[in-house]
């Protein structure tokens, strides 16, 4: 057991995994690395030193000072990143402690006021209901954002449970359409959905590809002002199908475009007129859609619309 | 007139569903950890068992354990209502024994109600 504990301390890439982060940003890597180095430089200390100083004690002294230099350095180098890790890593578990945390009095929450509203206590008057309903519409509010809080939780400590599956995207996408169509309707926008015939099934985790297309969809029709357009494509290219989904909406400000993919990151000209919501969104779907093997990208102009998409391989 | 046994800690919801089960002609007994969870299964006999995971005194799953190991109790279906979601939970509790495993933020209270009534029709 003992034995097994020291193999796990200076076993570099497990380590790593336990910070979430990739190779480069991780502490012990990095100590590797710069031990490495000063074992280098001094030999090259040495041959320089044999070289150029003739006394053999000089040298001995020139190469232990350039080695603690480098190897202080090194210290102090890794100590700052083993902090910043450490504290990435204890924020992650925040999020996660939180969000479970918050899950189980919302739970009790939301039931308790469907149990007023269902009249089951006695009879609701109608100003009543209209308060009751303000609040359960707050209550599924708090809940998605905790859903998309967990979710980020699992991507970062690499717990999200994926169950790949095929099945067509096309009419995950029409099923959603439909589901959407409320919203669009409401919000006085038009979604038109166009695909090739005999399109190839993808393999992939069905809700996670939902929750994306979910999000693409939410963001489409919220971020139109008054009235507008909604293209949805799918095509075949190569290997991969495509997603497109094109919008006539407010546009990413230029300034703000290689941020978007960031947690908890929103737009400037968004957050004017459109408070709600978490910012998670685009981050949860660069995580699923990289993770099932595909890419995702987008370009927009500011006042003139965006056009996001995503790829993902056919079985 | 049938029996369900809630073993919940939260005294919240047990009041809640006290209210709306009595409503539907069930009785209901509560049980706020799963030591007493345990004894008041084997002492009452109850029709079904509505199981949190997370309780104090003995866990969720070493409750269901305890029920399906007895045979005055392994017949009593299970119903495990949690907010733990991981694959592994839903499958143990499955394996363990348990007939329906509901996540609390996804379901309403009517729909874990009509679950509760179908589970009592078998």
Not at chain 1, 96 to 111: A, D, G, M, T
Not at chain 1, 211 to 219: A, G, Q, R, Y
Not at chain 1, 268 to 288: D, F, H, M, P, R
Request: aromatic content about 8%; some cysteine; overall charge neutral.
């Amino acid at each position: 057991m003992k034995l097994k504990e020291i193999l796990r301390e200076v076993n570099v890439p497990v380590q790593c995994r336990k910070y979430g982060l990739s190779l480069w940003q991780c502490p012990q890597f990095l100590f590797l690395i710069m031990g490495l180095i000063i074992i280098v430089s001094s030999l090259i200390a040495y041959a320089i030193g044999t070289r150029y100083i003739e006394e053999p004690p000089l040298v001995a002294v020139w190469v232990l000072l350039i080695s603690a230099v480098l190897f202080t350095m090194a210290v102090i180098i890794t100590n700052s990143f083993e902090r910043l890790a450490e504290a990435n890593r204890m924020k992650s578990e925040f999020i996660s402690i939180v969000s479970h945390q918050l899950r189980s009095p919302l739970s009790n929450l939301r039931w308790t006021i469907e149990l007023l509203m269902s009249g089951r206590l006695g009879r609701i008057e109608e100003k009543q209901t209209e308060y009751f309903k303000i609040l359960k519409e707050n209550s599924n509010r708090m809940m998605e954002l905790i859903k998309d809080l967990l979710i980020v939780s699992r991507i970062e400590t690499a717990k999200l449970p994926t169950k790949k599956i095929e099945f067509s995207l096309e009419d995950l996408v029409e099923d959603l359409i439909k589901e959407f169509t409320p919203l669009a309707q409401a919000s006085n926008v038009k979604v038109k959905f166009g695909s090739q015939s005999d399109l190839p099934k993808i393999f992939a985790d069905y809700s996670q590809i939902r929750l994306v297309i979910e999000n693409f969809l939410d963001n489409a029709i919220h971020y139109i002002k008054e009235s507008g357009l909604v293209e949805i494509k799918i095509e075949k290219r190569n290997q991969n199908l495509y997603f497109e989904i094109k919008d006539d909406g407010v546009g990413i400000p230029r300034e703000d475009q290689r941020y978007i993919f960031q947690k908890f990151f929103r737009a400037e000209n968004i957050l004017k007129y459109q408070t709600q919501g978490s910012g998670l969104g685009l981050y949860i779907s660069k995580a699923v859609v990289e993770r099932s093997g595909g890419k995702i990208g987008f370009s927009s102009q500011e006042g003139v619309g965006s056009t996001f998409w995503f790829t993902l391989p056919i079985k | 007139m049938k029996t369900i046994l809630f073993i919940e800690d939260e005294s919240v919801l047990q009041k809640t569903f006290g209210e709306v089960l009595k409503q539907e002609g069930y009785e209901m007994i509560s049980a706020l950890d799963g030591k007493s969870g345990l004894r008041l299964a084997k002492n009452k006999r109850p029709d079904l068992i509505l199981l949190d995971l997370i309780l104090p005194e003995m866990h969720g799953f070493e409750v269901l354990k305890g029920l399906k190991e007895d045979k005055e109790t392994k017949e009593i279906p299970v119903i495990v209502l949690t907010n733990l979601e991981r694959i592994e939970d839903i499958d143990r509790a499955l394996e363990l024994g348990a007939t329906t495993y509901l996540v609390k933020a996804q379901y309403s209270l009517e729909e874990v109600v009509e679950k509760i009534k179908k589970a009592l029709e078998k």
